[in-house]
């Protein structure tokens, strides 16, 4: 790593967790450590050891992983703040739920206030789930034209646009099962259901986006001390309003991951660092530009090799 690379900063969301996350990270670095207790002080129950122990099927539940996987992300960011601060994005972004890590990347909030929020979505999305079943698909090998007729033809949604040839489809549950069936047909090389149970990211979250809002009203956002990429239209938010904005629009909009990462292409960003577990989104984005250079920090091995790059 050199001083040249522009980088930015990418945040895994729901579904990149695993029992046993974070561990290795406690036992090794003081800032993690900190970012661990705090956040299960601050959530009131041992988040941590869900983190580190599981039990799995706990761990995966809509209103546990998202504030997981946020807390997980954050303790990683704080040893590289700790121990290579000179280090600065040009941008920060998130898939999905990886866009509240993203917030306190961008100092938008502190730890505590990120964690929390991070569970309220996750409960608000869950109600909604209950109230109205629904699932979600990976569709790998059509084209956005193909899956878009499909979704029609079918009553869903697209979802995600995380890559060209793979996208992500919501919906009710028995809609999302006719749709996979006709993506099968259409030739898709591999069709994927998602271990969620509510259809995001579309018109079904209207109930929990409404609540949502309700709840930002009482939030105080700083303005964003490094340019945050939206997920629903892939541009560059830089005031506390847009943020609040983009995190309510996201529960009921599709995720524009390609075009976030094309965006930052264009304004200089050569260096993708994914931190958080997973390495779900460096995947990603060597299909959006086999050009780019992405590096993963999922553990204590991948944080030593970027803290000791020069």
């Known amino acids: 790593m050199t001083d040249s690379c522009i980088m930015a900063f990418v945040f895994p969301g729901q579904g990149s967790q695993f029992a046993g996350m974070g561990r290795d990270l406690y036992a090794e670095?003081?800032?993690?450590?900190?970012?661990?207790?705090?956040?299960?002080?601050?959530?009131g129950f041992p988040l941590s050891h869900l983190c580190f122990e599981g039990p799995e099927e706990e761990l995966t539940q809509t209103v546990n992983v998202?504030?997981?996987?946020?807390t997980m992300s954050l303790a990683i960011l704080a040893v590289i703040r700790q121990y290579k601060n000179t280090v600065m994005p040009l941008f920060v972004a998130g898939h999905s739920l990886g866009e509240y890590t993203a917030l306190s990347a961008a100092d938008i909030l502190g730890i505590p206030e990120t964690v929390i929020l991070a569970r309220k979505r996750g409960e608000l999305m869950h109600r909604a789930g209950l109230k109205k079943p629904g699932a979600m698909t990976a569709i790998l090998g059509l084209s956005d034209i193909v899956v878009s007729e499909i979704c029609s033809q079918a009553g869903v949604y697209i979802a995600n646009y995380n890559c060209p040839g793979q996208l992500v489809i919501s919906g009710e549950?028995?809609?999302i099962n006719h749709a996979m069936e006709l993506a099968s047909s259409r030739g898709a090389i591999k069709v994927v259901a998602l271990r969620v149970t509510g259809a995001?990211?579309?018109v079904e979250m209207q109930p929990a986006a409404d609540e949502l809002e309700t709840v930002l009203q009482g939030i105080s956002f700083n303005k964003p001390s490094v340019p945050l990429i939206a997920n629903t239209?892939?541009?560059s938010l830089v005031t506390a309003d847009q943020v609040k904005t983009e995190l309510v629009?996201?529960?009921?909009?599709?995720i524009q991951w390609q075009k976030s990462i094309e965006y930052m292409l264009c304004n200089s960003v050569d260096t993708f660092v994914e931190i958080g577990p997973g390495r779900v989104l460096s995947g990603l984005i060597k299909r959006i530009a086999r050009e780019a250079r992405v590096i993963n920090i999922a553990d204590v091995s991948g944080l030593k090799?970027?803290?000791n790059k020069e």
Do not use: N, W, Y
């Not at 998202?66 to 946020?70: N, R, S, W």
């Open 249 to 254: 629009k996201q529960m009921c909009h599709a």
């Open 29 to 43: 670095f003081e800032p993690a450590r900190e970012v661990f207790k705090e956040t299960d002080a601050a959530l």
């Open 200 to 202: 995001f990211h579309t």
């Open 233 to 235: 239209d892939g541009v």
């Open 173 to 175: 549950s028995h809609k």
């Open 305 to 307: 090799d970027f803290l």
């Open 66 to 70: 998202q504030p997981a996987i946020v």
